[in-house]
């Protein structure tokens, strides 16, 4: 799970680079599920929830930005 208070500290870039590591991870542990390497099936919804709050950082970065 991501640490907001530890995300709102980073830059731009480092967050989009957070953010395309979370996709791969999301992606090699939807892959584990479904061959049945990974048992907690949970993982996958906890992942799409970090790249939310991700992607969310990085907007309110970005709205920062513009004023």
């Given at each position: 799970m991501?640490?907001?208070k530890e995300f709102r500290k980073k830059?731009?870039?480092d967050l989009k680079k957070?953010?395309?590591k979370v996709k791969k991870d999301l992606q090699?542990?939807?892959s584990d599920v479904l061959q049945k390497k990974?048992?907690?099936i949970k993982k996958a919804?906890?992942?799409r929830k970090d790249i939310a709050r991700v992607q969310t950082l990085i907007n309110?970065?970005?709205k920062?930005?513009?004023k």
């Open positions: 991501i640490d907001i830059e731009l870039e957070e953010l395309t090699k542990t939807i990974e048992k907690n919804s906890q992942l309110e970065k970005l920062e930005e513009q």
